[in-house]
Every structure is written in C-alpha cells, then in structure tokens.
C-alpha cells in the first residue's frame, strides 16, 4: 500500500504561534500544491482507499483542529479556489465560543470558534466535520469512564446539530504526549465507523490509526513531500449493523 500524507493545521492567523499559519503562507502552500498536482482526500475517500489498498497518487490529506473561525474566514476561501477539501475537528462544548477550555496552556493564543451554523456552512462546501471530544480534555489523564463520556456525547452533539454523524474522530492528547494510553482507551463500540485520528509515533496498532503530521507556518509545503515517507494511514473498521 502506499503511503498518504496528513497535514494538520489549527488556526490561520497573522499571529506567531506553533499553532498558526499566516493567511499568506497559507495560501502559498495550497496554491504551490495544486500547481503541482496535488489533490485532496475526503474521510470517505480515505477510507475506500484504505478498502482498495491504495490511494490516487499525489493525494493528500488536509485537516483542522478545534473548529476555529479562521478556517471559515482565511482558509475556506483558498481550498476553494484551489478545489481542495478538509475534515474540521470540532470541540463540541466549545462551539460559538472560544478555544480557552479548561487546561488550555497559557502559551496557546485565544481564538474564537465558529458556530453551529459557521460549521454547517462548511459542511454545506463539502468539507467533512468530526469531532474532537466535548471538553478538549487530555485523555490518557481523564478515567475511562470520562474518555467514553468525552467521546459519545461529542459524537452525539455534532449529529444532533448537523442533522449527521461525524466522519471521524481525533483524540485530544496534547501536542508531544505519546500515545500508549490513548492507544489503549476501550472506545472503539462508539466508534466503528469513524476515522480515529492520532498525533504522534507511539501507535501500537498502526493498521487502525491515522498518524498525522504537524504543519507549521515556516515548513507546510516541505511536510508534505517528506510526509509521504513517513506517515502511515490506518482506518478504524466499519462495523456491520
């Protein structure tokens, strides 16, 4: 199988942050990409893929953590202009508000959120909503029991509000935790039919998991090449119903 590169921002914004890319540079990146024959994967494309046992070549795959507005204001209007598209990671409890949940570091600008209609706006453009827990909590610290309230009631929220289940999952572990507790969290019966999401390389069932790769401002064009050597792509199994 061949290998499919996962870019992973947060917000696009002007300010300097590990967790910002500047408009600019933003769309830079995305207009170098589809001069060079790049093209973007949905979740479901990802998925069949993954069923086929490869994907197209020169594909990638885009996506945004914690639902903030800038992806709506400053990256929805270049993905459309180049033909791409994203899956958006949605903190549920923290919909039409801001990224300053409980936990939040200090370092961490403050940047609102979009709302449940922002949301619906992107979705209706074609880009795939998932979500991202209720709370943003770091899961390997929380007890099993609040992992699988974080997870169920996320997922339940987002259909509720977007009148459809999301189309993955990616697990709030913080930014260099490694992934041996996330790895073992007994929440795949809420998630059968889910992509679920990782950052990070202690994957131990790599075959089920999406580890995806971190693009900063300074090198988002650069991950993507040295990505597709380095990532590996797994999918949860869809369940039979």
């Known amino acids: 199988m061949n290998r499919l590169p996962v870019l992973m921002y947060h917000a696009v914004d002007e300010v300097r942050s590990p967790l910002a890319v500047s408009p600019a540079v ?3 990146s995305m207009q170098r990409l589809r001069k060079e024959g790049w093209r973007t994967l949905s979740e479901r494309e990802v998925a069949a893929g993954r069923d086929a046992g490869s994907w197209p070549e020169r594909s990638f795959v885009l996506h945004f953590d914690d639902g903030l507005r800038s992806v709506k204001t400053d990256a929805l209007p270049v993905l459309r202009d180049c033909g791409f ?9 923290w919909v039409g508000r801001s990224n300053d949940w409980p936990g939040q570091p200090s370092w961490v600008p403050r940047w609102p959120t979009m709302t449940w209609d922002e949301l619906g706006e992107l979705r209706a453009h074609g880009l795939s ?5 209720v709370n943003h909590p770091r899961l390997p610290d929380v007890s099993e029991a609040q992992r699988r309230d974080e997870v169920a009631r996320s997922c339940e929220r987002l259909a509720a509000e977007c009148g459809a289940p999301p189309d993955a999952f990616a697990f709030s572990v913080g930014m260099v935790v490694g992934l041996g507790a996330a790895s073992r969290i007994g929440i795949y019966d809420y998630l059968g039919y889910y992509n679920v999401c990782y950052i990070g ?9 999406i580890p ?3 693009a900063n401002s ?3 064009v650069a991950v993507l090449y040295v990505a597709v050597n380095l990532s590996v792509i797994g999918v949860v199994d869809r369940k039979s119903t």
């Open 201 to 209: 390389d202690e994957v131990r069932d790599p075959g089920r998991v």
């Open 85 to 93: 598209t994203a899956t958006v990671f949605v903190v549920t409890g």
């Open 26 to 28: 933003f769309a830079r």
């Open 218 to 220: 300074t090198i988002a």
């Open 129 to 133: 909503l998932g979500t991202h827990t």
């Open 212 to 214: 995806r790769s971190i």
